[in-house]
């Protein structure tokens, strides 16, 4: 069976290694001409979800944290000890998956943009000679902004300046600052990296320059001296609801082209992961197909839920009527097993000491 697979980001990248080991014919065609590239994503996920990648991508580990300290506004900072989360170098992440998709005899076609065209239930690719069985979407963030007006809307700019100097901060820890004077309606994070390395950014409905985050990370002192900007990287951060418009005859979509990331900070990486299901690799391209389906099909109704809880979350009922919301968000994490990547478990955790007054996110 020819798989045409559009995009080659972590969604294009890990579908053609699955679908290769099953014996698919596949394409992934990629309008950069280099894998990994233009870089955008801070790379954070947990370590649970790269452990599901059955492919060897270890040595692209650059820290693990085990720890999260919420900065609220002014208040004391609150200090959660979370499932080891590990800072990926994005790039050499995806050029291991694209080194084993290649193994495995999937063809890459890059600098290749691909055109589409809907009618009804299928997709014609519009720029691609050879004739194709079936098509998987994975193009990112255009396609989602492209589909859904609710997703466009909710969209944000994320920025990340990687910088050469020191932080102030605990640098055994992740730090997420909630401040809506910068981020209304999302965060700002440091990573600190190594002694002489941290990364700031944060996600943002009006994109500061980089002077100013800057500024307002020394200002708050969290950045030591005059720290130097290395690199600069973002893009769109997708912030769902998922797009349930996902299959047809010919195609199926996966990742930021169906804004298929945790609602609460926008992470891809592990909806993806969850979705694909690695174990199946009995070399039938048609069931790896189906079973595909059915694995994002699984990840969009937990997506859905979660995005229930992230409305809680980010839509600034905090600190107003949050005695009214905390009995039933407790209520919902005790009944509806969200499996949000462990987030389910930080997210409790915030709503006690929200509870007991210990921090409020903005
Ligand atoms: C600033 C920032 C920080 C982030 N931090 C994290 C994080 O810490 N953890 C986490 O899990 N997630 C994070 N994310 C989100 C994560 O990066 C995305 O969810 C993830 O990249 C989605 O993968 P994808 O393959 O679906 O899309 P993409 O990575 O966007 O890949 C899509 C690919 O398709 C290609 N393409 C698009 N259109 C076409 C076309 N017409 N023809 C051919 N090729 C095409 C693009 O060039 C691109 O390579 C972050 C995002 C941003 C912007």
Known sequence: MKIAIIGGGPAGLLTSYYLAINGCETTVFEEHTRIGYPKHCTGLVTARSIAKVPIHTKECIEKMFGKLIIHGQGREALEIIIPTVAKIDRVCFEEKIYAEAVNQKTRFRLGARIDTERKGDEIKLLNVIEDVDFIIDARGFEAAIKNSEKVNKNKLVGINLFIKGKTSMDDNAIHVFFDNKIT??????????????VLIGGGFKNPPTQEEIMRYFHRKGFLINHGQIADKYGGVIMRGPPISDFHGKNWLAIGDAISMVKPITGGGLYPIISSIPFKYN?????????????????????????????????????PYALDAFIPLIKMVLEVVYLDYDEHDKLVSQLIENIAKRNVYPA
């Open 282 to 318: 009995n070399g039938n391209c048609y069931e790896a197909l189906i079973r595909l389906k059915t694995g994002i099909r699984n990840t969009l109704e937990k997506l859905r839920k979660q995005y229930l809880l992230s409305k809680f979350i980010h839509k600034r009922i905090f």
């Open 184 to 197: 209304p309606g999302f965060f700002a994070w440091l990573v600190p990296i190594n002694e002489h390395e």
